[in-house]
């Protein structure tokens, strides 16, 4: 498959959005955003409301967790109610839906404390905890309203529509070590990532080295020509999800019937999406022999929301991890 380098998506700064909304370089923005969100499904944004010694801290402390032993590690696991696996994740555990090889990362996953799903390291550790659950915060209570401020604003929706579904909700941060692609054996075409589509409502990825792991995208009207997005300091890579997909019907008068169990309706009904959730992979940095990082937030509403037409977000993400393959990716 071909690629084609970074520079595709414009990079947009919140900064004057957050400060004045109403302003003419504020509308101006919003119907940018929309243009892009709506032919991309990514956006390169800076100033969404994670600060740089948040970001700087958390990265620090993720090289710091992942350096620990194996059989240290591997104490902290655990599972949601929907299966979703939290605390550390081994490295070639999780595999794409129809991907033919697993994941080549390991993870520690974390999410709402108020769901009690989470596993922290030992007191010793205590920092890395205090890091990740400011990062939390800044993620899910204000960069995660933030976007979804902007979202209503771009397509109209309701103040609040989605803005308000955040509020307590399943948000969830990765933390992500891909090991030197010598130490796995991994061959020069095989992606860090395999080619799929995010479940939640948005996904945030946090902004690290230049030379990093690299996302790219298949745009909906192509089947073989990958973007290259790059890594720019200071700018977020954003993307939408499935769920956001979903809530693009909700306002929408859908010639279907939205009374059909959800493996017959889901099809049908997000064709008449206005939002994309756009196909992405993650490909391995230039050097195979240095370990990357991301990090990585996935924005989710509480699971007795309704998306659109009676589908709760909770009922959504079950289907949507059932038919995956027993192991998912967001």
Known sequence: MAIVSNGLIPVLDFEALNRSPHSRKSLRMIEEYREILSRFGFEKIQRIGITPRTILNAYKQVRFFFGLPLDEKMKYQSKTEFGDP???????????????????????????????????????????????????????????????????????????????????????IRLIRYAPLDDLDATDDEPLSERHEDINLKTILLPNAIDGPDTQILLPESTSLWHS?????????????????????RYLDVPCDVSR??????????????????????????????????????????????????????????????????????
Do not use: C
Request: proline share 7%; charged share 15%; net charge positive.
């Open 86 to 172: 939290m605390g550390y994740i081994p490295a070639r555990t999780e595999r794409a839906k129809g991907a033919a090889k697993p994941n080549l990362m390991e993870m520690f996953q974390f999410g709402n404390p108020a769901y009690g799903y989470n596993v922290w390291p030992d007191i010793e550790y205590a920092q890395f905890r205090k890091v990740m659950e400011t990062l939390y915060y800044e993620a899910a209570d204000v960069a995660g309203p933030t976007l979804m401020t902007a979202t209503e604003r771009a397509y109209g929706y309701p103040d609040g529509s989605l803005s308000s579904i955040l509020a307590n909700g399943n948000t969830s």
């Open 261 to 330: 169990a959800l493996p017959d309706l889901l099809p049908d009904l997000l064709s008449y999406a206005v939002i994309p959730s756009t196909t992405h992979r993650v490909q391995r940095p230039v050097d195979r022999t240095k370990a990357s990082y991301r990090i990585v937030i996935f924005l989710h509403p509480r699971p007795l929301v309704i998306l659109a037409h009676g589908i709760s977000a909770g009922n959504f993400l079950k289907f949507r991890m059932s038919e995956n393959y027993g192991q998912k990716i967001h």
């Open 229 to 249: 997005l790059g890594n720019q300091a200071g700018v977020f890579i954003i993307n939408s999800g499935d769920m956001l997909k979903l809530f693009s019907t």
